[in-house]
């Protein structure tokens, strides 16, 4: 019996290894049909934007004075959930909405590029929604970590939809991350997206982040302890196992969602600002809070906990945020 010759042995060994490769790529994909319940009360609501798609929030408007929006934080298990203390505490007494940000939560999480831009107009579509609703009022803002300069963005961009915004636990104070490059700019490198999109290298490599080992390990990290908030650990597991949960994900890990221009955003901001951040964890870099801190228009809190000290110390976070919007004249500056 004649052997196979080499060309025939090369194209078995290669359609071999295009079918193991599908076979495992359905199997770290056979689990992200995880359910998925609402984060928070009241009602889940979507709009849809030009060159943002479908944008998902939660509403709870019954409350009286001027609305609050909360805007959660990136990283490869994103959602709502994050802002969930500071949802239940002021939707007692004022009108409260949360959105998932593109490629999160309940929004659209189609295979496309996650910049700074996409979320800063994510956020204009939500904010336009809330003051239409409330007879134009202005509205109160607050992001978490690497979300508080999406937020700046926004703010400059159109200053008359916020009263005030507030940052927790804000990049772009540190060494590593201080933003003051070229403007509206990214740090993505497009040659790690594309290997990110691959069909194996990026399932694994997503499959492994989005593990509950991998969940808690980071969660540890940003808490500075190893007690962390449960629930919070289990909505992020479930949201990370969604269809299209990689996408956001893989354009964070190349650095597409991280701006040139974040502290330079700040610097640049005239409204009211709030900030607070942790002392613990591995986000305690603020080494360039003291350049904000003396300005009239800010004021900086720090509290003895980690990166999300909403789930720590909410009373604490909520009276100095409340102590802020009590000492703001109707006449501070605006912009």
Same mark, same amino acid.
């Given at each position: 019996?004649?052997s196979?010759?080499r060309?025939s042995v ?14 495992m ?5 056979r689990d992200r ?5 609402t984060?928070?009360p ?5 709009l849809?934007?030009?060159q943002v798609? %479908? ?9 009286s004075?001027r609305?609050i ?7 490869a *298990?994103?959602?709502?959930y994050e ?11 004022r009108?409260?909405?949360a959105l998932d +940000?593109?490629? &999160?939560?309940?929004s659209d999480r189609?295979r496309?590029r996650? $910049?700074?831009?996409l979320?800063a107009?994510?956020? /204009? !579509?939500v904010?336009a929604?809330i003051?239409?609703? /409330?007879?134009?009022e202005?509205i109160?803002?607050?992001?978490l970590?690497?979300s508080c300069s999406? #937020?700046?963005k !926004?703010?400059l961009a159109?200053p !008359?939809?916020y009263?005030t915004i507030?940052?927790?636990s804000p990049?772009g104070f540190?060494?590593?991350l201080s =933003?003051e =490059?070229?403007?509206?700019g990214?740090r ?10 691959r ?6 490599l997503?499959?492994g982040?989005?593990s509950k080992?991998s969940?808690r390990? @980071? +969660?540890?990290?940003t @808490?500075? !302890?190893?007690?962390?908030?449960e629930? +919070?650990?289990d909505y ?12 956001a994900p893989?354009? @964070?890990? *190349?650095? /597409?969602? &991280?701006? $040139?221009?974040?502290? #330079?955003l700040y610097?640049?901001?005239k409204l ?9 964890g591995?986000f305690?870099d603020y080494r #360039?809070?003291?350049?904000?801190a003396?300005?009239p ?6 509290l003895? $906990?980690?990166? #999300?000290?909403?789930f720590?110390?909410?009373r604490?976070v %909520?009276d100095?945020?409340?102590?802020f919007? *009590?000492?703001?004249?109707p006449?501070s500056?605006?912009?």
């Amino acid at each position: 019996m004649s052997s196979p010759d080499r060309p025939s042995v090369r194209k078995a060994l290669a359609l071999a290894a295009t079918l193991g490769t599908l076979a495992m790529t359905r199997a770290l994909m056979r689990d992200r049909h995880v359910p998925l319940p609402t984060a928070l009360p009241g009602r889940r609501e979507t709009l849809s934007a030009p060159q943002v798609g %479908t944008v998902a929030y939660y509403a709870s408007p019954e409350g009286s004075g001027r609305p609050i929006l909360l805007i959660h934080s990136i990283n490869a *298990a994103a959602s709502a959930y994050e802002t969930r203390p500071l949802y239940l505490h002021y939707r007692e007494n004022r009108p409260v909405y949360a959105l998932d +940000l593109p490629g &999160f939560g309940f929004s659209d999480r189609s295979r496309r590029r996650y $910049t700074p831009r996409l979320m800063a107009d994510a956020i /204009h !579509a939500v904010a336009a929604e809330i003051r239409a609703r /409330h007879g134009g009022e202005t509205i109160d803002a607050i992001a978490l970590s690497l979300s508080c300069s999406y #937020l700046a963005k !926004a703010c400059l961009a159109r200053p !008359a939809d916020y009263a005030t915004i507030g940052l927790i636990s804000p990049t772009g104070f540190d060494g590593r991350l201080s =933003g003051e =490059g070229p403007p509206d700019g990214h740090r993505g490198r497009e040659i790690l997206r594309d290997v990110l999109d691959r069909p194996l290298i990026g399932p694994l490599l997503f499959s492994g982040l989005a593990s509950k080992v991998s969940i808690r390990f @980071f +969660l540890e990290k940003t @808490f500075g !302890a190893t007690k962390i908030d449960e629930g +919070l650990l289990d909505y992020a597991y479930a949201t990370a196992h969604q269809p299209g949960a990689e996408h956001a994900p893989y354009c @964070f890990i *190349a650095g /597409h969602l &991280f701006p $040139t221009d974040s502290t #330079l955003l700040y610097d640049r901001l005239k409204l009211p600002v709030w900030m607070v951040h942790g002392q613990r964890g591995d986000f305690v870099d603020y080494r #360039l809070a003291p350049r904000f801190a003396e300005r009239p228009n800010w004021r900086i809190d720090s509290l003895p $906990t980690g990166a #999300l000290p909403q789930f720590e110390r909410l009373r604490a976070v %909520t009276d100095c945020y409340d102590g802020f919007l *009590a000492s703001i004249r109707p006449s501070s500056p605006r912009g």
